[in-house]
């Protein structure tokens, strides 16, 4: 009885720290008055409600039209970045500024950006360095790839990244084929990189390696059999590739 009596005075003053949270939000924010009522009296129902109406919807619908916003009229996104970055000089509004930058094609402005970034405690930011081999190879500055690359070289989100494609398609076309294979091979697993798998077996083929390169082309044709089209996803161009490919070798 009493283990009961105890729980339901937990439960009381839970339910009487949200109502405050909420009541807080309410009042700090501006919202109907009526919103404090439904709060009060329908303690548990009301701040859920509360919650859901005016905090994550309304986040929800922000951050659509932020995106609606960006994609209508993208120049005037690069420019709230821009007056941001210029107003406070940040690591983080730095960044945001060159990915946008990226984003819209401006390789220089974006490698200016990043190369300035990666200095003190930020020297070898996996974000930036990644980002800015993108640039990079936009640009073709393939030499600048292999330079920067082997900071980031053994982190696991690099190893199955588009950047390390980069840097694997920029030691091949720099004539370092042992290196370049290295990284193609730990771009080759199974359900996954598609597009660099593709590349993988391009780069088999210009090393006259046609058996090799038929086995990786054929993998991705038997793996695609399992997959629906929504899984396929952005994947379905590569994957196409490859069955072009197998297509001519096998027949």
């Known amino acids: 009885m009493f283990g009961l ?15 405050a949270i909420c009541v807080f939000h309410s009042i700090r924010k501006g919202n109907q008055q009526k919103w404090i009522w439904i709060i009060v009296f329908l303690p548990l129902i009301g701040c859920l409600a509360y919650i859901f109406t005016e905090i994550v919807k309304r986040h929800h619908v ?5 995106t609606a916003a960006s ?3 993208p120049g005037g996104r690069l420019s709230d970045l821009e007056k941001k970055f210029k107003f406070s000089d940040t690591f983080a509004n730095r ?3 060159a990915d ?3 984003e819209n094609r401006m390789y220089e402005k974006a490698i200016e950006l990043y190369e300035a970034a990666l200095k003190g405690i930020f020297s070898d930011n996996e974000h930036v360095i990644k980002q800015l081999i993108k640039a990079y190879h936009n640009t073709g500055r393939l030499e600048d790839i292999i330079l920067i690359a082997p900071k980031v070289l053994n982190t696991i989100d690099f190893s199955k990244s588009q950047s390390n494609l980069f840097y694997a398609f920029a030691l091949e076309n720099t004539g370092k084929f042992d290196l370049a294979e290295k990284q193609y091979k730990a771009m080759n697993h199974r359900f996954s990189n598609y597009e660099a798998r ?4 391009g780069f088999l083929l210009s090393q006259n390696r046609t058996e090799d390169a038929t086995s990786i082309f054929y993998d991705v ?8 089209r929504q899984e396929k ?3 379905a161009i590569w994957i196409n590739k490859c069955k072009e490919e197998w297509a001519k070798l096998s027949g």
């Open 62 to 66: 922000s951050s659509i039209q932020s």
């Open 95 to 97: 960044i945001a500024l």
């Open 233 to 235: 996803g952005k994947s």
């Open 100 to 102: 946008a930058y990226l």
């Open 198 to 201: 593709y590349n993988y077996g």
């Open 5 to 19: 009596f105890e729980g339901f005075y937990n439960y009381y003053y839970i339910v009487l720290i949200f109502q």
């Open 221 to 228: 044709v038997a793996e695609s059999e399992q997959l629906s």
């Open 71 to 73: 994609i209508v009229n």
